[in-house]
Structures are given as structure tokens and as C-alpha cells.
Nanobody
């Protein structure tokens, strides 16, 4: 069964940093690119970052220079380092394959507020 377990969210002040982690089931992690997504209240889920099996990365322009995605293939884990956080980064963050699988994890809440 495909599963994603996200962790590492929390409350952080503007300008602060957080590192999110996601443990993914091995079957999908070894086959697909992985991505981070987020959903803010009242908004659609959006793509945040993607990393291929080989380690190539890509980000929307609004995240470039602030967010860094990485993966540890030995641990079936993908990470998202978020720096210079802004209040508009407040959302529930999810990881999934890219393109995403139909199963989603519970996500991890990130709140950026003073």
C-alpha cells in the first residue's frame, strides 16, 4: 500500500526556518519523482517542489531560493528545507509522488506568524 507520513511542521515567526520530512512507502519512492505540495485554507492544493530519482530539482518561481527539496533513497525519505518563511507560506504541507498518487498522507501544518 502506498503511504506518505509527513512531519516537522509547526509554528514559526516570519523569516524563520523549518525542515519537513516525509517517509514514503518503498514501492513508490523507488520508481517515481517525489514532490512537496501545500494547501492553504480556502485554496487549492499547489505544487511546492519536486525532485527526480536522480536528484534533479525544480520549484515554482515563488519558492526558488527559499525552499530546498532533497531525498535519501536509502531511507525512502524526502525533505523540504524552508527558509525565509512568510505568512503566506502558512498551509498544510504534503508529500507525494510526482505526478501525485491518489493516496495522500495527513500532511503537516506549517504556520508562519508573529
Amino acid at each position: 500500500q502506498v503511504q506518505f507520513v509527513e512531519s516537522g511542521g509547526g509554528l514559526v515567526q516570519p523569516g524563520g526556518s523549518l525542515r519537513l520530512s516525509c517517509a514514503a512507502s518503498g514501492s513508490i519512492f523507488s520508481i517515481y519523482a517525489m514532490g512537496w505540495y501545500r494547501q492553504a485554507p480556502g485554496k487549492s492544493r499547489e505544487w511546492v517542489a519536486v525532485i527526480t530519482r536522480g536528484g534533479s530539482t525544480n520549484y515554482p518561481d515563488s519558492m526558488k531560493g527559499r525552499f530546498t527539496i532533497s531525498r535519501d533513497n536509502a531511507k525512502n525519505t524526502v525533505y523540504l528545507q524552508m527558509n525565509s518563511l512568510k505568512p503566506e507560506d502558512t498551509a498544510v504541507y504534503y508529500c507525494n509522488a510526482n505526478p501525485p498518487h491518489q493516496n495522500w498522507g495527513q500532511g503537516t501544518q506549517v504556520t508562519v506568524s508573529s
